[in-house]
DNA sequence: CTTTGTTATATATCAAGTTATGGTCTTTGG
DNA sequence: CCAAAGACCATAACTTGATATATAACAAAG
């Protein structure tokens, strides 16, 4: 079975990133998902980004976050309705809205700290230890990592 | 402005990964719209797919790209009916549907590998120069480099 | 003060991936 | 030889990114 994305090279560098991106946070969601914490491992990066750099408005949040203005507003929403992000009208310009964690947000950033992400950073770590070489070569020996044990069951072992 | 997916390492490397990829193809894309070329950037690793393989079920189609299976059949749909691809049964198995290229979807990959893949591919080679060390850092050095000077710019100074 | 332009956010729509599920067709075991 | 299991594909619903556009608030100029 060729894999047409690593064959194409330099061409489809974007297409293979996304790809293996979207596999290490499939993955590291059933790392969650086992832990028992009910959000999307993606929105981590928005909490994350609360706790480290405080109360913060939309548009910030989207340039600290990388990604446009829109998705932060839908996840802000999203999380919001679960009680963990709150948002109130900043004082001195009406137009901003300022978003900042709740205590049930500070809580669960608290316990995954303690609980989840070092886990995580482990199971990755592993996964990149003693890489070296051209960008693609490392994709590649990433991608044959992934396959040969997923990102989940490295997390498992850890805890072991 | 901190970017906090980097200064989150190892933890976000999904996240990051997917908006890296994002960001070439999005960029990328930029390239294909100044040639005049109609279709989306993520559907040509499916075109090349056939183009290298030659005549396949959709479900080979999948594994060879590393992507789901629904995806694929969302992709044929399209390009069918932009005409660059055709389905028909199997002959020994009615449930396989295989995908080939129609004339006119190889006359456009003959194009593209004229006109506009050698472009992307020394755009992104040459992103991708000179890089070394940790996975993290070459990720690091690629950010920095897109953020001076976006792929469509390196690919068309690459025409000059 | 009003008008005009800019900035911040929200909303709508699109794109392309995912998982879950169901319908055919094929294969296999009793 | 037929019924159950499995394989292949399509469809639906969801996720999460994008862009385009609308609305509302602020700023500056006449």
Redesign the interface.
Known sequence: ?????R???????????????????AD?QRVLDRLDVRIQ??Q??LL??LD??GPQPVGELA?????AQPGVTRSVSLLAELGLVEVSPSNDDQRRRIVSLTASGQHLIKAAKRDV?PR??NA??EL?VD??????D?LGV?EDRLAAVPLDRRAEKALA
């Open positions: 079975m060729e894999d047409v994305l064959s194409l090279g330099f061409l489809c560098l974007g297409s293979r990133l996304k790809r293996i991106g979207e596999q290490l946070q590291t491992s993606s981590y990066p994350a980004a480290r750099l340039r600290s976050l990388g990604i992400w995580i950073e990755v770590a990149c890489l070296s070489g051209p960008l693609l490392q990433v």
